[in-house]
Each structure stands twice: as structure tokens, then as C-alpha cells.
């Protein structure tokens, strides 16, 4: 099976721009979770999607949304960008949680948005 | 709200030793703990899972502990080899919570010299 994949990998924007990235999860995975990764914070929870529905989010503002298709694909969104939005964004996708089953997230090699 | 602290940033030891990663948690016990590995320019990779009721857990050279009495879990890597250098992150999952929000710790980068 094909891992996690995150389109682009490198990204550069400018302050102000809005920005789209990209993830496709390991294949009959339905959820899918978005982490910011930096130095200071560490990785941090943004959302989590499952049958194309919001079923967490953290504390980022509303700058920062996100949505899931009906092929379990999913986008992260983020307007009006700030120097501090730079990081890694790594996206992570779990197999159906059955009983006893795996609660394993298996992540993305993320991509890294630098904001100037 | 719940914290997650690992205690050292980096942790550098010889190879053939045990490595000890610590991971405390404040508040309330989690569902599970979980241990990931992450390489430089790479997502993390998933190692263990200890649940709330399991004290122990092993894969291989890899042992995880869990106190809910302590609000700790240890990790340990024994045998430890160069390639086992990287950066090891604690992550739990809240009861009530779904499977896709973990919380994690900054992580401890180890190295092992040869």
C-alpha cells in the first residue's frame, strides 16, 4: 500500500497570501488529522476529518480550515498568512478503529510552508 | 487543560547502552500513550501503543512503561545502535476523544555514538 502522500512539499508564500496544501491518506483510511510542527510548539493538533465531516479541531484560529472529500482526500487552507504560520504541516490518516483494532496515525513526510 | 512533558531535549549515549526516554503527563490518565520516532525532513513514524490498563509493552529492543500512579511513561531502547539516532516523541489520546487528536510532547532527540 502507498503511504501517506502531502502535496507540494516546499512551499513559499509571503505575508497576506492564502495558501492550499494537500493530503491523501493510505488507501480505505478515513480519517484524517492535520499537525503544525515547529521548533517552539512542537507538533499541535489542527483538525481531524472523517466521512468528510469536522470531528475535532484545536486551538488555531479561524485563519486555519480544513476539509475532506468523499475519496477521504483532504485540504488545509490557511488565509491571510503570518510569518509565525511558517512550519511543517504534517497530515496523518487512521485505519477504521475496530475493536481491537489499530489506533495507529500513520503521518505524511508533511510539508514544509515558509511564510517571508 | 492536559500537558505532556518529555523531560530532556537530547539525550546522547553509547552504543550498546540502554536509552530511558521519560514522558509525564498532568491531569487526567489518557486512553493510551503512544511513541514515535521522527527523522530529520520526515513525518513521524508510529513505534508502541500502552493502553491505560497495561503496565508493559515490548517490540523487539523497544519497552514501554506506563505508571498512571507516577502520570509517567518511560521508553526504552536497549542494545542501542547509531541508527537509532533520531528524535522520539510521546503522544497521548484523551478518553472521549477520537482517534485522530493526540497531544505530543516536544520530543527528545537521542544519539547514539558509536
Known amino acids: 500500500k502507498a503511504g501517506v502522500t502531502q502535496t507540494p512539499r516546499y512551499l513559499i508564500k509571503t505575508r497576506g497570501q492564502q495558501v492550499t496544501l494537500s493530503c491523501s491518506p493510505i488507501?480505505?483510511?478515513?480519517?484524517v488529522s492535520w499537525y503544525q510542527q515547529t521548533p517552539g510548539q512542537g507538533l499541535q493538533f489542527l483538525f481531524e476529518?472523517?466521512?468528510?465531516?469536522?470531528?475535532n479541531k484545536g486551538n488555531f484560529p479561524g485563519r486555519f480550515s480544513g476539509r475532506q472529500f468523499s475519496n477521504s482526500r483532504s485540504e488545509m487552507n490557511v488565509s491571510t498568512l503570518e510569518l509565525g504560520d511558517s512550519a511543517l504541516y504534517l497530515c496523518?490518516?487512521?485505519?477504521?478503529?475496530?475493536?481491537?483494532?489499530?489506533?495507529?496515525?500513520?503521518f505524511g513526510p508533511g510539508t514544509r510552508l515558509t511564510v517571508l | 487543560s492536559q500537558k505532556i512533558e518529555q523531560n530532556s531535549e537530547a539525550l546522547n549515549i553509547q552504543e550498546g547502552k540502554t536509552a530511558t526516554l521519560t514522558c509525564n503527563y498532568t491531569?487526567?490518565?489518557?486512553?493510551?500513550l503512544q511513541w514515535y520516532r521522527q527523522d530529520p525532513g520526515r513525518g513521524p513514524v508510529f513505534l508502541l501503543l500502552?493502553?491505560?490498563?497495561?503496565k508493559e509493552k515490548r517490540k523487539e529492543r523497544l519497552k514501554v512503561t506506563f505508571d498512571t500512579t507516577l502520570k509517567q511513561s518511560l521508553f526504552h531502547i536497549t542494545a542501542s545502535q547509531p541508527a537509532d539516532s533520531a528524535t522520539y516523541l510521546c503522544?497521548?489520546?484523551?478518553?472521549?476523544?477520537?482517534?485522530?487528536?493526540?497531544?505530543f510532547g516536544k520530543g527528545t532527540k537521542l544519539s547514539v555514538k558509536p
Open positions: 496523518a490518516s487512521s485505519p477504521p478503529n475496530l475493536a481491537g483494532g489499530s489506533d495507529t496515525q500513520y
Open positions: 488507501s480505505g483510511h478515513r480519517s
Open positions: 476529518y472523517f466521512s468528510e465531516t469536522q470531528r
Open positions: 491531569n487526567y490518565s489518557p486512553a493510551y
Open positions: 500502552i493502553r491505560e490498563n497495561e
Open positions: 503522544a497521548l489520546a484523551l478518553w472521549g476523544g477520537s482517534q485522530g487528536n493526540l497531544i
